[in-house]
């Protein structure tokens, strides 16, 4: 499961759970993006803040882990690179699944090498119930599996503008999140 995670929230994580079950995934793989191509004009937070809240996040599932796979590469975060590394460690007959926001997949004729992408593994687009799915591009949309789920009517971007000025975030993330947001004075300016 990719993102950005700037805060991971309950939307994120009630996803993840939905595509396990529906897929009968036997784990989920939180990955936050290290160096997000498409953001570099937007400030993100610093990756281990982002990690750390998503490992204090996920650490009651015993079906959750977290990689740091793309915090620890080099250079821009391409999914390509990390399905690749995961393909290496878990063999070629694993069935790998990629799950991410569907407004993220819109954008998926300008990933790096997208055309190869997607014949690497499955893709899962989570989005919220009444989201225009036609937005995608047809040229991937057979590709990509949707999953409605209606957590995800919380944003990080809400959130992040919420902490900004002083309004509650409480019962949007797990408390351990919240905690760590405010201890490290996150997201204040
Ligand atoms: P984004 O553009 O920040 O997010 C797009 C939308 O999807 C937002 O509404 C976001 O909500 C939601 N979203 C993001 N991750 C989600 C998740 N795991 N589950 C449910 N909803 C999610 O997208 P992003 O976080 O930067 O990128 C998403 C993934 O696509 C990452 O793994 C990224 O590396 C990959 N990507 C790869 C390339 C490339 O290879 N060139 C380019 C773009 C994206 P929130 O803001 O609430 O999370």
Known sequence: MGGTFDPIHYGHLVTAEEVRVKFRLTDVFFVPSGNPPHKLDREVTHPEHRYLMTVLATVTNLFFSVSRIEIDREGPSYAIDTIAQFKSFA??????????????????????????LLK????????????????LDTRFSGFIEIVEVPALSISSTDIRG??????????????????YIFKNGLYRD
Not at 92 to 116: N, R
Not at 162 to 179: H, T
């Open 91 to 116: 063999g070629e007959d694993v069935d790998l699944y990629f799950i991410t926001g569907a407004d993220a997949f819109l954008s998926m004729d300008k990933w790096y090498k997208a055309d190869e």
């Open 120 to 135: 690497m593994c499955n893709f899962v687009a989570a989005t919220r119930p009444g989201y225009p799915i036609e937005k």
């Open 162 to 179: 919420r902490v900004k000025e002083g309004r509650s975030i409480k019962y949007l993330l797990p408390e351990a999140v919240e905690d």
